[in-house]
């Protein structure tokens, strides 16, 4: 028998035919797909795929109330957020774009098969393919863990109206508004606009998310066997996410103890000499500026054999499981932006889609307490140090009680961290069907493809210091010395009035500008910035056969990638300060020459 032609009714009744590279979710029905693009990169039945798939529709999506792709992968088989990463950096902090399949660390993750390196919002998805374990035909992106695919919404010609709103509300002032809209201007042209805002705090302290998304989508068939699509998203991402752990044992036994106190250099128990002279400022404490060398701190807890960390600290009646100690100064702001163009064109059976895509995504990651800081301390000095500061004065509470003595503090160097990447896809893809089932020698469908894909990446960290240190032994010019760091310190209180008290304060609320003779700046303390260049070819052949009467179903394909990384790192320092300070931009334009010239 011939086969059933690939298509589904317009609005206006007429017949339209679809691309063997697309999927259209008209014919999943409830939480069913019936066909994939992630067995072959055609559009096949899943029954015709020798491969581990799951398809997530979009009637499942809006059931299980997945707002993102990490939330969607608590439904998959064998698959999750990577949490292996004990910082908690890359699951939580960072671009939460962190996947774990089958036990592989780093899961592809692709937008309409091309790549992604964000969680996305599903406010734009029409539906999740989850392909699991490695598959030789899926060119450029297939890790051995497999791939985790979103598909966009598309503009339909000839598709019915879309006009949908819908209003979420929820636990810990959880608030969203998405909206979907799209028309089919004829048999020619179809247009789609999505949009997303949402608001939510969470059950830890300083817990916040806050979204402003929003995508277009245009379709146009200028000819009978010729469309055009063209798409854009652009999400903004602001967040308060906590560490997910609890605080590191940094006071126990000064706890156990009776949180005793010391009049001078002596120890009591549960502390031990505090020799730093990186000045330590507490804006709300009654201190102020001060360097804290000679007095005593609490000892940190027994440290864990496979993290070299101190352990957790399990009294919640000390420091309650709602706790975030970070504060609202971990805080991370992302945004990401795509656009995509797709040119579909038949000749004589063959289908062909040049397509192109290019990402941005932006990442700035603010830290008032790093990962390995997270911790409260004991205050044991019954009197405030009389240190002088770099300038030679002495603080004004210099040898004055100590307001705060007995109380818990969490303190830290904040830190900046960047990462910025920007690819740029093409492909070209052709498939031709050759149908022999008149003469009983099946079904035959062919593929190939070649694509070509570009990331521009920089990563940098920043560290704050003093900016303008005195050269002095103490604090030389060079800005990378540990002294001419500069701590902040924030005395806890769990019960009073302040919220703010809970955790770590926001540098940015408390800058240090002209204290006491002191500035401070965000510096490049050592050498942690480096841009990458990173480049992926590949070069597929696909085939799928029906023999036998569709009783036999077989796939086979070549692949060949090549992929080159390009690094280059921030070596050169300032002759006076010692910072590495060379420009990045620099860095990038030498490293697109050697490219280049590699060519």
Not at 21 to 39: I, W
Request: hydrophobic residues 35%; contains cysteine; aromatic residues 8%.
């Amino acid at each position: 028998p011939a086969p059933a032609t690939t298509g589904f009714a317009s609005s206006d009744g007429n017949a339209v035919q679809l691309s063997p590279f697309e999927v259209r979710t008209e014919k999943d029905t409830g939480y069913t797909a019936t066909n994939t693009l992630a067995g072959s990169r055609l559009n096949t039945e899943l029954r015709d795929t020798p491969a581990a798939i799951t398809v997530f529709t979009k009637d499942f999506l809006d059931d299980i109330g997945a707002l993102n792709t990490m939330e969607a992968l608590a439904y998959s088989l064998n698959a999750g957020r990577e949490f292996t990463d004990y910082t908690g950096l890359a699951a939580t902090q960072q671009s939460d774009g962190a996947v774990q399949s089958r036990g592989f660390v780093g899961a592809s993750l692709g937008r309409n098969y091309f790549t992604s390196r964000v969680s996305l919002d599903a406010f734009n998805t029409e539906r999740m393919d989850f392909a699991r374990g490695p598959n030789s035909i899926l060119y450029g992106i297939g890790g051995p863990g497999g791939i985790i695919n979103t598909s966009t919404k598309r503009a339909a010609i000839g598709g019915r109206p879309i006009s949908q709103a819908q209003a979420r509300i929820g636990s810990w002032e959880d608030r969203r508004v998405t909206v979907d809209a799209g028309r089919s201007l004829g048999s020619v042209l179809a247009v789609r606009a999505n949009a997303a805002w949402q608001e939510r705090d969470g059950w830890r302290d300083f817990e916040h998310f806050r979204l402003k998304a929003g995508a277009l989508a245009a379709s146009l068939r200028p000819f009978p066997r010729t469309e055009l699509r063209v798409e854009g998203e652009y999400a903004d991402r602001h967040q308060v996410v906590p560490y997910p752990y609890p605080s590191s044992d940094f006071s126990s036994a000064w706890l156990a103890a009776g949180r005793p106190l010391t009049n001078g250099p002596g120890a009591v128990t549960g502390t031990a000499a505090n020799g730093s002279r990186v000045l330590v400022y507490d804006p709300l404490g009654g201190s102020g500026l001060m360097a804290w060398n000679g007095t005593q701190q609490t000892t940190k807890g027994p440290t864990s054999p496979s993290l070299a960390q101190p352990t957790v600290f399990r009294d919640f009646s000390v420091l309650p499981r709602r706790s975030n100690l970070g504060g609202p100064g971990n805080n991370s702001d992302n945004w990401y932006g795509t656009y995509s163009a797709f040119l579909n064109h038949e000749i004589a059976g063959l289908n062909l889609e040049l397509a192109y895509n290019r990402m941005i995504n932006s990442h700035l990651l603010e830290k008032a307490i790093d990962w390995n800081q997270l911790g409260a301390f004991g205050d044991p000095n019954a009197v405030l140090p009389a240190n002088p500061l770099p300038n030679g004065s002495l603080p004004a509470a210099a040898g004055r009680p100590n307001p705060n003595a007995g109380r818990l503090y969490v303190t830290g160097q904040a830190v900046k961290v960047y990462q910025h990447n920007d690819t740029h896809n093409w492909r070209l893809t052709g498939a031709y069907e050759l149908n022999l089932t008149r003469r009983r020698l099946g079904l035959h469908r062919f593929a190939f493809l070649t694509s070509r894909e570009t990331t521009y990446g920089l990563n940098d960290v920043l560290r704050e210091v003093i900016t303008n240190p005195p050269g002095t032994a103490n604090y030389p010019l060079d800005l990378t010395s540990s002294n001419n760091g500069v701590q902040r310190r924030t005395y806890l209180d769990f019960g009073g009035g302040d919220a703010r008290l809970r955790g770590a304060l926001d540098p940015r609320e408390f800058p240090i500008q002209n204290l006491n003779g002191i500035t401070t700046g965000f510096r490049r303390t050592a050498d942690q910035s480096a841009v990458t260049i990173t480049e992926t070819e590949a070069r597929m052949l696909a085939g799928q056969s029906q023999l036998l009467g569709d009783r036999l179903s077989a796939t086979w394909g070549l692949r060949r990638d090549r992929q080159q990384v390009d690094t280059s790192g921030n070596a050169t320092r300032d002759p006076r300060s010692e910072e590495h300070t060379s420009e990045l931009q620099s860095h990038l334009n030498l490293v697109c020459r050697l490219l280049l010239e590699k060519k």
